[in-house]
């Protein structure tokens, strides 16, 4: 008896191709987003964690000898601190910005400050920082689990490792 319409084997191709496809656009989408990183080193007096805010939602955690990084899709963003002025941070494609969290004081008022940081100054200031755990990450926009290869970091050397 004759089958009428596709064959198995196109209908197996067509469907391969709209996977393929649907994954080249989300690979696409992930490679198209900066990435935003917000730490507090551990001068911060401020031990409590804080609201760390993107366009008006908050979207993680954080306190001090903490950090987070949030992947967002270019274009200007307002991050902010807690109850603090937002600091407007433009996030692009496949680069990396740093943002660290710090306190202004003005006479009786106490506010909590973001300050830019390139990207040197932050690496030496962050080397010693732990990601924020996964439950302070309220936003899909913020990582889960630490971004950073691991595996890059400075190894001590002993007196017997001299080349």
Not at 78 to 85: N, R, Y
Not at 135 to 144: E, F, Q, R
Request: include cysteine.
């Amino acid at each position: 008896m004759p089958v009428h319409g596709p064959r198995p084997q196109v209908l197996l191709l067509a469907a391969l191709a709209l996977c393929v496809g649907a994954w080249s656009q989300k690979e696409k989408k992930s490679e198209a987003l900066g990435q935003i990183y917000v730490y507090a080193n551990w001068e911060l007096p401020e031990r409590k964690w804080i609201d760390i805010a993107c366009d008006d939602e908050i979207v993680a955690k954080v306190k001090a000898g903490r950090f987070l990084v949030m992947n967002l899709p270019p274009g200007r963003h307002a991050v902010s601190a807690g109850d603090g002025i937002p600091e407007f941070v433009e996030a692009r494609s496949g680069e990396k910005s740093f943002l660290r969290v710090g306190r202004e004081v003005d006479g009786q008022t106490v506010m909590l400050v973001l300050t830019r940081m390139d990207s040197t100054e932050a690496g030496k200031e962050m080397v010693h920082l732990v990601y924020i755990d996964a439950l302070k990450a309220l936003s899909k926009s913020v990582p889960k689990e630490d971004p950073r290869d691991l595996r890059q970091q400075p190894e001590l050397k002993t007196r017997g490792d001299r080349e």
